[in-house]
């Protein structure tokens, strides 16, 4: 089978940025579309992004990008066969024949690349994420989700670091989805009462952006919640440090600290919160930091230590860090690097140097869910997607459930001893062998009464009573009564 046609679009991303989407066709009219995502926190080794630079948009339309797709790319493809994808890709490095695709531009290669990685499975009758799996011989798992509860850095006003993200131990896409889904509500009602109605407010990642608060609260109010909902849960926060270094020194919540009293500020919330990992914990190029994590490489560390901006999905950066094993995570995130192809050759390189393999989507999002599939077919450990709310976050949530529910519906309807299609949906520790499992249910949970957190740095304030909330029921007891 082979592509008959391809049609590249503009549309906006969940910033209301113009973005590049392609939609591809089979000779037998199967179609596939990808669309593209875009980071606001980026790594200065990404591959580079190509935008009009002048013209409709504020110049950051990507008519240049389709021009070259009509004219330079389509010619070169009409005709040639699918279920190739490192053949395809190659071409289209070649074609850009750049060390950072700035030619082509990294968001013109991934809109094919992806746009043919899916038409690739549709024509093999397979889900996403089975085709996947089979292309890179890797086993089908559950990651565990990195949910964006709380953002700030580039994402939000309040705060400087980035990310406050809950990791549910449970990987069972249901149990995980509704332990986020009470965590996030009921700090959004901590929130409120805290600060007022504009606390319900959110960043580019649906997390919520309380303004005038701290770290020490946000970290305090999730962690009083542990064990008060469906899953046990971890804490992990992304830094994002290059946002808030500048000239060898990091201005956080208005303190200047070189990296040794950032780490020190780390470890201290650590020792309060037990953190499970932090991203980025300093600017990439700070030399002070870089040291900070080389003597921690090899040595039992407080929190793992997680390569965003470090690493930019690039295998040979990858390597050659990991080659000192400084970080315990990568981040996977296939707009830094520009194809699929090289997208899962990074995932392969961080994988052999034992690090976990962290998917990611972008803080401008598309409603495209091709990560969930991606982070199921390759049994990634995480899957960093935000927020349990606003459409393009929950795409992947909503994938995941999907996944599992096909699961469950195959094992339920597969003859007794016959092969089910994939292993189940299991906590990551002792899994059962593939093909053998039974789906997980999620048990039922009594109602919660959850307790609002008490800061030892900031106490309530008054505020004018909430309206009456429809959302979540559990978080009506933080309330307090008046
Ligand atoms: P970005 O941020 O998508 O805005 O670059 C995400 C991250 O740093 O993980
Ligand atoms: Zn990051």
Known sequence: MTIKQIIPYQILDSRGEPTLMVQMSSE?????????????????????????????????????????????????????????????????????????????GANTLLALSGAYLKLSALEKNQPLWQYISEHNNTSPEFPQLFA???????????????????????????????????????????????????????????????????????????????????????????????????????????????????????QGWDSKFNLYSIEDPFAEDDLEGTEIIKNMAGKPKPFLVVADDYTTTNKSRIEEMQKDTLFDGIVIKPNQVGTFTETFAAIAAARASKAKVIISHRSGETTDSLLADLAYGVGAMGLKLGAPIRGERVAKYNRLLEIAADLDSNQRQSPVGSRVISPSATAKTGSAPAGTSTPQLPPSTPPVAYKPPVSPIVQPQPVAPAAPTTAAQPTSSLVPPS
């Open 148 to 266: 964006t509860i709380v953002g700030g850095g580039k994402h939000a006003p309040g705060l400087d670091i980035q990310e406050y993200m809950i990791v549910p131990q449970n990987t069972n896409p249901d149990i995980a989805t509704q332990t986020i889904y009470d965590v996030y509500h009921t700090i959004r009602t901590v929130m409120e009462n805290l600060y007022g109605p504009s606390a319900t407010l959110v960043g580019d990642e649906g997390g919520l952006a309380p303004i005038g608060t701290s770290t020490e609260v946000i970290l305090e109010a999730l962690s009083q919640l542990n064990g008060k909902v469906q899953s046990k849960f971890d804490i992990a926060l992304d830094a994002a440090a290059n946002s808030f270094y500048k000239d060898g020194l990091y201005t956080i919540e208005t303190q200047s600290l070189h990296a040794s009293d950032l780490f020190k500020l780390y």
């Open 28 to 104: 037998n009219g199967k179609t596939a579309k990808f669309a593209v995502p875009a980071g606001a926190s980026l790594g200065k080794t990404e591959a580079v992004e190509k935008r009009d630079g002048e013209g409709p948009y504020g110049g950051l339309g990507v008519l240049h990008c389709i021009e070259a797709i009509n004219t330079v790319i389509t010619p070169k493809f009409i005709g040639y066969p699918l279920d190739q994808l490192e053949d395809f890709d190659e071409l289209l490095i070649a074609l850009d024949g750049s060390e950072r695709k700035e030619n082509l």
